[in-house]
């Protein structure tokens, strides 16, 4: 089973920083690689796929990279509708296609 | 459109058995991965088990086989998940989720509250 470890576990940030979020896959998953965005009360939505692409409608201040082990989500100027938890998940070797513990973004 | 449709909430006592389903439209719901995610109160996303409803192959979270059951109905575009002996430890959202465009669950259900309560 492929552990998926995120960090930090809260990051606070003001509006139009940027956010770094970091994942790290227990053996390589090359860039299977997927990031989630969930909101209170709402169903996790997909943000990036293949370690680097955007899902459809998701805006250009939303990135992802690396391969491998390491991951990175950026969001390069936060605005208020990204205060929310997200995930990531790796889907090259299962079952299971674990998630990682979430990093919440939160309001400084 | 590509959705996923879960049925309502359900309150039950522990020792209940439970079917919930999470229905397709939009897309060949048969040519799709379909899978189950569980959020307990608070907690993280926890990958359960992924069905092909094409063919029913079936893999399962090593955490969760044995204590629930995937199931598909090609013919209804339905996919259910059901326990046959509620614990109070079930409780939780159930989401269903399918990579329909991509290889990652791109497409959710709107999720399925499960409260097991005596």
């Known amino acids: 089973e492929i552990v998926m470890t995120q960090s930090p576990a809260t990051l606070s940030v003001s509006p139009g920083e940027r956010a770094t979020l970091s994942c790290r896959a227990s053996q390589s998953v090359s860039s299977n690689v997927a990031w989630y965005q969930q909101k209170p009360g709402q169903a996790p939505r997909l943000l990036i796929y293949g370690a680097s692409t955007r899902a459809t409608g998701i805006p250009a201040r939303f990135s992802g990279s690396g391969s491998g082990t390491e991951f990175t989500l950026t969001i390069s100027s936060l605005e208020s509708e990204d205060f929310a938890v997200y995930y990531c998940q790796q889907y090259k070797n299962w079952p299971p296609q674990m998630f990682g513990q979430g990093t919440k973004v939160e309001i400084k | 459109e590509v959705q996923l449709v879960q049925s309502g909430a359900e309150v039950k006592k522990p020792g209940e058995s439970l079917k919930i389903s999470c229905k397709g439209s939009?897309?060949?719901?048969?040519?799709?991965?379909i899978g189950w995610v569980r959020q307990m109160p608070g907690k993280g996303l926890e990958w359960m088990g992924i069905i092909f409803p094409g063919d029913s192959d079936t893999r399962y979270n090593p955490s969760f086989e044995g204590q629930v059951t995937i199931s598909a109905d090609e013919s209804s575009n339905t996919a259910y998940l059901q326990w046959s002996s509620l614990k109070a430890s079930d409780s939780g959202m159930y989401y269903c989720a399918s990579p329909v465009l991509t290889l990652a669950f791109d497409i959710w259900g709107q999720g399925t509250v499960v409260i097991v309560s005596s």
């Open positions: 939009g897309y060949r719901f048969g040519s799709q991965w």
